[in-house]
């Protein structure tokens, strides 16, 4: 009878410490970017040394302009990575290699125009783009209920269409609770996220962390964290007041000159290449974020399929890869 209890006890408190140790582990993600053809285990092995146990995998739709209600999706003529077929090939590569998922379908408007700008110019418009919308994430949110995503993304940087049309977006959720039983969150912009009306009907406030801390050419660390403090209090009490943890759905910095000043910024006449401040501006955010408890991880924007042609010392762009700052990365990821 003694011998059964010990197990039992044992058991708990094996089950105890398990449980502690999934609420501590962050969301240790990166940014997987689509490409033109399939993913191999060749393509996941440096993801696993970067010890990251989540991907982001990116379907895409498409637009012709700011005021045009019509998306575009799952075409041949997309990427294979941007495509209903590339999203499930990816995450089932993904999860052969234990790395957890993120679907997050993303809109690109022609040009590049900010997707936080889609807005109609009349009712029959927002109806059409509405009906548009609802085919393009459905269909999405019905792969990652059928792969077993564990996290889904119901919208990126959208702001006028969410500030103008709350109603629809608190029904879109309902919906898609009906049809995905995992994980949801949104990818608010940096500058958006104390607006969006749903972050109750979410599991993760998600906020795409392009926060400008610092106006120096190569800020410290310490600069980069002194930057930080007035938007970490304000995240804080965003992540408080809703009772959800804060998920940083995209995060990083361009190795460029003024890396912090203004991070959004994917200009390409910004050559002048800065791997220090693109050190130094990483670190301060795993330093900042990575020890709250409030703070559940994010995704690391971004990382390349083909991992031995991408970055590199000369390259200003956002990737990590081939970098000091992949270093940095690594480091954080395994110790959290």
């Avoid at 285990?41 to 990116?58: F, G």
């Avoid at 379907?59 to 997309?78: L, Y």
């Avoid at 702001?159 to 709350?166: L, S």
């Avoid at 006449?269 to 050190?279: G, K």
Wanted: net charge positive; glycine share 6%; aromatic share 16%.
């Amino acid at each position: 009878m003694k011998k059964r209890v010990y197990i039992m006890l044992y058991l708990f408190i094996t089950l105890v410490i398990q449980e502690g140790t999934a609420q501590t582990t962050k969301i240790n993600g990166v940014s997987f970017v689509a490409s033109g053809k399939e993913v191999t285990k060749q393509n996941i092995t440096p993801l696993i040394a970067l010890n990251a146990n989540y991907a982001t995998v990116m379907p895409f739709g498409f637009i012709r302009n700011t005021s045009n209600p019509e998306i575009f999706f799952n075409s041949s003529q997309q990427w294979f990575g941007e495509t209903k077929a590339g999203a499930k090939q990816y995450i089932q590569m993904l999860q052969k290699n234990r790395i957890k998922t993120m679907i997050k379908p993303q809109i690109w408007i022609s040009r590049g125009a900010y997707t936080g700008f889609l807005k109609m110019e009349n009712e029959a418009d927002w109806k059409q783009l509405e009906a548009s919308y609802t085919k393009f994430i459905i269909t999405y949110a019905k792969l990652a209920q059928e792969i077993k995503a564990d996290i889904f993304c119901i919208g990126t940087e959208l702001e006028q269409f969410v500030a103008h049309r709350p109603e629809y977006w608190k029904a879109l959720i309902s919906k898609i609770k009906s049809i995905y039983k995992g994980k949801l969150t949104y990818a608010s912009n940096w500058d958006e996220y104390k607006r969006t009306p749903f972050w109750k009907q979410l599991d993760y406030i998600g906020i795409d962390a392009y926060y400008p801390i610092s106006d120096q050419e190569t800020p410290t660390v310490e600069v980069c964290r002194a930057g930080w403090q007035q938007w970490k209090t304000q995240i804080q009490e965003i992540a408080e007041k809703n009772k959800r943890k804060v998920l940083f759905t995209e995060f990083g910095y361009r190795s460029v000159n003024y890396a912090a000043k203004e991070p959004w910024r994917s200009d390409r006449d910004m050559n002048d290449v800065n791997l220090e401040a693109q050190v130094n501006t990483t670190k301060a955010l795993f330093e900042e974020f990575w020890k709250e408890e409030w703070f559940a991880g994010g995704f690391v924007w971004k990382w390349f399929i083909d991992n031995e042609k991408s970055g590199g010392i000369k390259n200003s762009r956002f990737t990590p890869q081939n970098k000091p700052a992949e270093k940095v990365i690594r480091t954080y990821f395994k110790n959290s």
